[in-house]
């Protein structure tokens, strides 16, 4: 089992920036790829970036592409998001997901493993 907990959400205002980390237990999660996804209140959730088990490759959705940031840090088992130049549409709730294999997946189900989520609000 991996138990993962999000840390770093809150209030910033239309521009600003924040980091999310994800600090992962049980298992060590450098062959894992991982994945930021998000929930927004009556919406479904939606993938966020995503990052490679090997090799440190990596993918964005379409709205954060060249504002958010995927990394890791295998030594630390710690998954990051720095999100800049933040906007209204980016409030959510964020979690983070470990996937079994090292393949990234863009799919929310093809995850095995979440953290319980941290709320991020961006105020216009």
């Known amino acids: 089992q991996v138990q993962l907990v999000e840390s770093g959400g809150g209030l910033v205002q239309a521009g600003g920036s924040l980091r999310l980390s994800c600090a992962a237990s049980?298992?060590?999660?450098?062959?894992?790829?991982m994945g930021w996804f998000r929930q927004a209140p009556g919406k479904e959730r939606e993938f966020v970036a995503a990052?490679?088990?090997?090799?440190?490759?990596?993918r964005y959705a379409d709205s954060v592409k060249g504002r958010f940031a995927i990394s890791r840090d295998n030594a630390k088992n710690t998954l990051y998001l720095q999100m800049n130049t933040m906007k209204p549409e980016d409030t959510a709730v964020y979690y983070c997901?470990?996937?079994?294999?090292?393949?990234?997946?863009?799919?929310?189900?093809?995850?095995?493993?979440w953290g319980q989520g941290t709320q991020v609000t961006v105020s216009s």
């Open positions: 990052i490679s088990g090997i090799g440190g490759g990596t």
């Open positions: 049980g298992r060590t999660i450098g062959n894992f790829a």
């Open positions: 997901a470990a996937k079994a294999t090292g393949l990234i997946s863009t799919t929310a189900n093809e995850h095995n493993f």
